[in-house]
Nanobody
Framework: QVQLVESGGGSVQAGGSLRLSCAFS?????MGWFRQAPGKEREGVAS????????YYDASVKGRFTISQDNAKNTVYLEMNSLKPEDTAIYYC????????????????????WGQGTQVTVSS
C-alpha cells in the first residue's frame, strides 16, 4: 500500500494560485489528483503516467492546472492557476498500479491508495 500525504491547500481569491504537494512512500506508474466539492461526487482533476511521460486533465481545469512529478523527492505536484470559486473542494492525491504502457485510468475505482485530502477554498 502506498502512503500518500497531501499539503499546500488553503484559501485564495479568484484568479489566484496554489500549489498542492503529495508525498508518496513509493511510486506507482499512475498518480492522480481528485477533488470533491460539498454535495457533489468526487471527480478526477489530473493524472500523470510517469513511465509514458504523459499527463491527463479534466476539461474544467485544462490550461489552468499542471500536474508534475519529482521522483527524487517522491512528490507529485498540482500547480493551480487562475483559480475559480468552482474549484473549491477537498483535493485528494491517489495512486493506481498500471502497467508501464497503459494510460492512467479515469475512474477513481482503479486507484488503490488515497491521501487524507487537503482543502482548497476560492472566494469570489
Amino acid at each position: 500500500q502506498v502512503q500518500l500525504v497531501e499539503s499546500g491547500g488553503g484559501s485564495v481569491q479568484a484568479g489566484g494560485s496554489l500549489r498542492l504537494s503529495c508525498a508518496f512512500s513509493h511510486r506507482l506508474n499512475c498518480m492522480g489528483w481528485f477533488r470533491q466539492a460539498p454535495g457533489k461526487e468526487r471527480e478526477g482533476v489530473a493524472s500523470i503516467q510517469d513511465a509514458l511521460g504523459r499527463s491527463y486533465y479534466d476539461a474544467s481545469v485544462k490550461g489552468r492546472f499542471t500536474i508534475s512529478q519529482d521522483n527524487a523527492k517522491n512528490t507529485v505536484y498540482l500547480e493551480m492557476n487562475s483559480l475559480k470559486p468552482e474549484d473549491t473542494a477537498i483535493y485528494y492525491c491517489a495512486a493506481a498500479p498500471v502497467s508501464r504502457s497503459s494510460a492512467c485510468p479515469a475512474s477513481e475505482y482503479h486507484y488503490i491508495s488515497w491521501g487524507q485530502g487537503t482543502q482548497v477554498t476560492v472566494s469570489s
